[in-house]
């Protein structure tokens, strides 16, 4: 895999010999979403590039157990530190699964020669701080197709499809989310799970935040996960959401660990156009998460898999969630092993 592509002409490179601060380029792939803001990554930094490594302490066994959405974690974190280099003004290389006895080394990406950003890449390199996942209601303003063409060319750029639900398939991925969802919570070590990742605890660095959660829907078309909540109704806000919410699922042409890092590249570009164009996004991960309602979702024409499913539109600011520091999610140079 290669530099990241954009429609925009690039200017004039500029030269710059010692090349780009990686260390910044890591800190903003920290930046990119996660399960449960499980933050599943870990990050090598070489003299000609950086190695992505998948971290397996932090995959949730009960929700991920064939770490798939570890890999998608990882694969949005990945393409953040590709534009986040390509935003410094540098191409790069990216080998996926360069390495068969470890498993856990995800990607390298190795950095080749200067050359100034496109402004379309500068765009998505300024979202990246601003893109938050977003559980509050949003307006009853329906999305430009223009709007929605773009998200789905940013997911075929990187290898993906972004299909916009019609008014039957929105009411039944939206009912097949809540089976999901209630499937899901009757499940004891699934509350258990969810609770761990909800804990307050100061100065914690990961996991949601109770300001990140947002309300129940009231009308309960929109399956806002309960994050713990044994009784989602208590101890929650309550709000009414839009009606026909905007829902897309992202598909890739296969199910294997190279096509679940490249469904969390394709996630992160779409998440991060969106958060360019004034949007907001709601990643939907619960009927991925039941393997007989994913299933469901499969395209029996094409053979495509779903690997998630986000609800669009224009809404409120959301609030940020923490991240871990550097020195937690930097490995060390290998010369320092030695």
Known sequence: MNDIGTHATPRRARRNSTGPDLTACVRAA??????HNSQPWRFRIGPRGVDVHADPRRQLDVLDPAGRELLISVGAALFTLRLAIRGAGYLSHTTLLPDPTDPDLVARVTVRRAMAPTPAAEALV?????????????ARSVVPADVVE??????RREGATLTVAGAVSRNAILSLSQEADRALRAKGRYRAELAR???PHRGRRDGVPSTAIGPWDAMEIVPIRDFGLLQPHRGRAVAQFEPYPTIMVLATDGDTRPHWVNAGQALQRVLLTATWLNLATTPISQPVEMPAIRRMLTDSRTGSRAQMVLRVGYGRPAAATPRRSLTEVLLPADDEES
Do not use: C, E, G, K
């Not at 920290?30 to 399960?35: E, G, I, K, Q, W």
């Open 126 to 138: 300024a979202a990246i701080p601003h893109r938050h996942t977003n559980r509050w209601p949003f």
């Open 150 to 155: 773009r998200l789905v060319d940013a997911a």
């Open 30 to 35: 920290t930046a990119a979403p996660s399960l």
């Open 197 to 199: 990742w909800t804990s």
